[in-house]
């Protein structure tokens, strides 16, 4: 119980005793008033919480675009006490401007070969030149507020969609943008993401870079994961709804094999109820492989197939 509800008790029984009292003789309101006292006298005291300074940590996300360019964005996380939506807080532009993280020194090893990514905008790099080369293994370090933070991953096979076509369904009230794929399995375990871009502004569900740092253009819309285990006969034919596509839009759709770790971070965070707050406060229980830090350094193929809607 807090001290409201102490009071309103307190204030409850005071009323009823004098009542009662007004009722009783002498012997009976020594008796009440023994166990009021005593009711009181285990009222725990109020406790001071010495909370240690927050510390904040920075935060990885990584993304590839097959044949041009390696991308890592970075980001801090900020206190829950000087960031609360319950509180009225909102996730300005301003405010997430101050959570980027620039003048690191970010590279990309390889083989032999190290890479130094150069700044694109605050809290993003890329290389230009990193080859992606198939089941290699490519090691991310991060010097960065006096911080060292390393990751490895390895590049997974490309995955292509068997088939894929959008399907738009109009009738006199609205008009419904769908798509229908099918998925040939690899051979081994294997998990999916598709992601879906459209032009306009970001919205809540899509789960990569561009989601972060790009306000318009074409934008993350909707992402899906799959694994391999909800396949029968080494098959997956679904059918994904776009409500927020705009049916005179074209979109990009991608298919990538990623790893099961990865998976598990992107599933949690897809359920997350407000993406944008969460990356402020990122749970340190969410899976990671970015040793010093939190986040995902990821490496997988996306295989891109474009539509422009108004010829379907």
């Known amino acids: 119980m807090n001290s409201r509800d102490y009071l309103a008790l307190f204030l409850l029984l005071r009323t009823t005793l004098i009542f009662k009292i007004y009722h009783m003789n002498v012997s009976n309101v020594f008796i009440f008033s023994f166990c009021l006292v ?3 006298a285990c ?12 510390e904040d940590e920075i935060v990885v996300f990584s993304q590839v675009i097959p044949d041009q360019v390696m991308a890592v964005a970075l980001t801090k996380t900020i206190s829950a006490l000087d960031f609360s939506e319950e509180e009225g807080d909102s996730l300005t532009q301003n405010v997430f401007d101050g959570l980027l993280v620039s003048d690191a020194i970010v590279s990309i090893a390889y083989r032999d070969q190290l890479d130094t990514l150069f700044p694109v905008i605050n809290g993003v790099y890329a ?3 990193s080859p992606q080369f198939i089941n290699e293994k490519y090691t991310l ?3 960065a507020e006096d911080k060292v933070l390393t990751s490895e991953s390895v590049m997974l096979p490309i995955v292509m969609f068997d088939e ?3 399907v738009i369904e109009r009738t006199d009230q609205d008009t419904l943008v769908t798509l229908d794929f099918k998925i040939v399995d690899e051979a081994g375990d294997n998990w999916y993401m598709i992601n879906i871009y459209a032009q306009g502004e970001v919205m809540p569900g899509g789960l990569d870079i561009n989601s972060f740092f790009q306000s318009s253009g074409n934008v993350l819309r909707k992402t899906e994961l799959l694994s391999d285990l909800t396949f029968e006969n080494n098959v997956f034919e679904g ?4 409500p927020d596509v705009n049916p005179q839009d074209s979109i990009v759709v991608t298919l990538s094999n990623i790893n099961e770790k990865y998976f598990e971070y992107l599933q949690i965070r897809q359920n997350s109820t407000n993406f944008f707050t969460e990356i402020t406060k990122e749970p340190v229980s969410l899976p990671t492989n970015i040793k010093g830090g939190l986040g995902f350094f990821n490496t997988h193929f996306p295989d891109p197939r474009f539509f422009d809607l108004k010829e379907y």
Request: charged letters at 20%; a negative charge.
């Open 38 to 40: 005593m009711f009181f």
């Open 43 to 54: 009222m725990p005291q109020p406790l001071e919480i010495d909370l240690p300074p927050f």
């Open 127 to 129: 290389s230009i030149n």
């Open 141 to 143: 370090r991060i010097e």
């Open 164 to 166: 894929i076509l959008p």
């Open 239 to 242: 059918n994904i709804e776009l």
